[in-house]
């Protein structure tokens, strides 16, 4: 282990950083590193205290600062302990980079151990800086980690969430409190997250003076327990129920932990007595939820309990849509979003995760962007989200939909009432399988895989001039998703 002494070389720093990588390799697996974090350097000069890594493309800075900013710190301070913070940066050709800053509370607040294993508190807001040993902490109003990105500007509404959206508008309003609790459930990286963080941005844009406390489930039992560790579990009670809008993010998390369910319910009594406003989440409803007290529920049923349903495919070509419209540079084109779309169907992060991908893979290759390249580059997301959508399935479906006999689009016959569902098919069997074009044609009656290719092009040509054919082919893909 590293040690920092009052003055923290640049070697200590560089020895760090190799080790830091060595652990993220080892706990990321190998994939995810060399896709994501491999590219990552450290900033030279630094002071041992302000760490500073640069990514070489604003998509991967993103992903990294959305999935291992507080990782990153952790990391770091294990090794360096006089570490205060870790600005991920894209370094660009311009001469301003875009930072994104973690601040690191003061050392004996910031490692809490509890079962043999630190628990870091990360609660202090970015643009408070750390205090120095032995200054006396500026009195300030705790600002909540709110996620840029995700006000109510940027959430695509749909028929799937369209009464969680207005649940989450209304009870962002200043005034007197409809309702409260707003409990929001669904699955996972279908828009939750993006409500709360929604509901907290628009809350203290009217409100500026505020409190709001944004923080997982997670989150509220470790500092719970690191508060009664440490004989002061006064503070925590203060800090939240002196909240003018508390978000509680996972309340699955806390599933069979009595002792944090216990101090979790006369929170919430607390905050709800007060005429205050709360917002829960979590993978599903109240009454699905097992290992969570009754009492809580009762609490939670006694609100607004709304769901955010998967997505439709029309909400993901939406969202696609409108993420396209914020990156101007990257040129996508229509078949691309169209296969992102239909083929990840799993949940809206996957599909922004998917087009991210492939932007950022263009701009560090220097690759064109074609359906090909995407294939390529999505090849293992697109296995896993499509393995079920099978080639019989798909020439049943058509038949039916056609009402033709499914041994049509395998027989020899080219009458147009035949040949042209067998194009709908072989261009589905190509957009929604991950069958290559000789076995597709196999598939067919042993066709040629230039025959592929023709239907593919064909069918994609007809869907921009003729609306019975895309009316057609969309309906099917619906059904095959279903």
Not at 258 to 284: C, P, W, Y
């Amino acid at each position: 282990m590293l040690h920092g002494g009052d003055q923290v070389g640049l070697s200590d720093t560089g020895r760090a950083w190799a080790r830091v990588r060595a652990n993220l390799r080892l706990s990321a697996g190998a994939r995810l590193f060399d896709q994501w974090l491999a590219p990552m350097s450290l900033v030279e000069p630094c002071d041992g205290e302000d760490v500073r890594l640069a990514l070489p493309s604003a998509f991967m800075t993103d992903w990294v600062r959305n999935h291992y900013a507080e990782r990153l710190v952790h990391e770091f301070r294990a090794l360096l302990p006089r570490v205060r913070s870790v600005a991920i940066e894209t370094r660009r050709v311009s001469p301003v980079p875009e930072v994104a800053t973690i601040a690191v509370p003061a050392r004996a607040e910031a490692a809490k151990v509890t079962a043999g294993a630190p628990l870091l508190d990360f609660a202090a807001p970015a643009s408070v800086p750390a205090p120095r040993p032995g200054a006396e902490p500026a009195l300030h109003i705790e600002r909540p980690q709110l996620d840029p990105r995700y006000t109510f500007d940027r959430f695509v509404a749909d028929p799937s969430n369209r009464v969680a959206l207005n649940a989450a508008r209304a009870l962002a309003e200043p005034g007197p409190v409809r309702f409260s609790p707003l409990f929001i459930h669904g699955g996972t990286g279908q828009g939750k997250s993006h409500l709360m963080h929604a509901i907290g941005h628009a809350f203290l844009e009217a409100r500026p003076d505020a409190r709001v406390l944004c923080m997982s489930a997670e989150r509220f039992m470790f500092d719970f327990v690191a508060a009664m560790r440490a004989r002061d579990t006064h503070a925590f009670k203060s800090r939240l129920r002196g909240c003018d809008l508390l978000l509680i993010d996972d309340l699955q998390f806390i599933a069979g932990k009595d002792a944090t369910q216990e101090e979790f319910f006369h929170t919430i009594n607390e905050i709800m007595a007060a005429g205050k406003r709360l917002v829960i989440s979590a993978d599903r409803a109240p009454q699905a939820l097992d290992g969570v007290e009754s009492r809580i529920l009762g609490r939670m049923s006694a609100g607004l309990v709304a769901d955010v349903k998967g997505s439709t495919l029309e909400l993901r070509r939406a969202v696609l849509a409108q993420r396209l419209i914020e990156l101007p540079d990257a040129i996508v084109p229509a078949e691309v979003v169209d296969m992102i779309a239909c083929r990840i169907a799993s949940s809206i992060r996957e599909v922004e995760g998917a087009l991210n991908r492939v932007v950022a893979y263009a701009s560090l290759t220097g690759e064109v962007i074609d359906l090909g390249f995407a294939q390529s580059v999505l090849g293992d997301t697109l296995r896993g989200a499509q393995r079920r959508v099978t080639i019989d399935e798909i020439q049943k479906l058509v038949s039916e939909h056609f009402e033709i006999k499914q041994i049509d689009l395998l027989s020899a016959r080219r009458a147009r009432a035949v040949a042209r569902p067998r194009q709908i098919a072989m261009y589905l069997a190509k957009r929604m399988t991950t069958r290559s074009l000789p076995e597709i044609g196999r598939k067919f009656g042993g066709r040629d895989h230039s025959t592929v290719i023709h239907a593919v092009r064909r069918i994609e040509e007809l869907r921009d001039t003729d609306r019975d054919v895309d009316g057609a082919v969309r309906t099917l893909i619906h059904q095959l998703e279903a």
